[in-house]
């Protein structure tokens, strides 16, 4: 079984960066895809990136070429460099397996953008 806590959300302006963390017990984590997941109000959970155990890596076409997805296996560690931030990213950010497990959703991290 796996746990996941995020972290590293805040309040950031228009054009600003953040890096998310997720990190992970269990020994199992570096043999899983993982992905960043977001939730915005009103709105449904969509993924954002993705990276499999051998760091190949998946972007949504909303935020590529602004977020880098990367994994440190030795540290039970994922991470998510978001860039260039944007009003539209603003959501509650989610690290899960990917696709994901329903018993492995977190607390996620807020993360707004706003001047």
């Known amino acids: 079984q796996v746990q996941l806590v995020e972290s590293g959300g805040g309040l950031v302006q228009p054009g600003g960066s953040l890096r998310l963390s997720c990190a992970a017990s269990?020994?199992?984590?570096?043999?899983?895809?993982m992905g960043w997941y977001r939730q915005a109000p009103g709105k449904q959970r969509e993924m954002v990136a993705a990276i499999t155990s051998g760091g190949r890596t998946y972007y949504a076409d909303s935020v590529k070429g602004r977020f880098t997805i990367s994994r440190d296996n030795a540290k039970n560690t994922m991470y998510l460099q978001m860039n260039s931030l944007k009003p539209e990213d603003t959501a509650v950010y989610y690290c899960?397996?990917?696709?994901?497990?329903?018993?492995?959703w977190g607390q996620g991290t807020q993360v707004t953008v706003s001047s």
């Open positions: 899960n397996a990917d696709p994901p497990n329903r018993f492995y």
């Open positions: 269990g020994r199992t984590f570096s043999i899983y895809a």
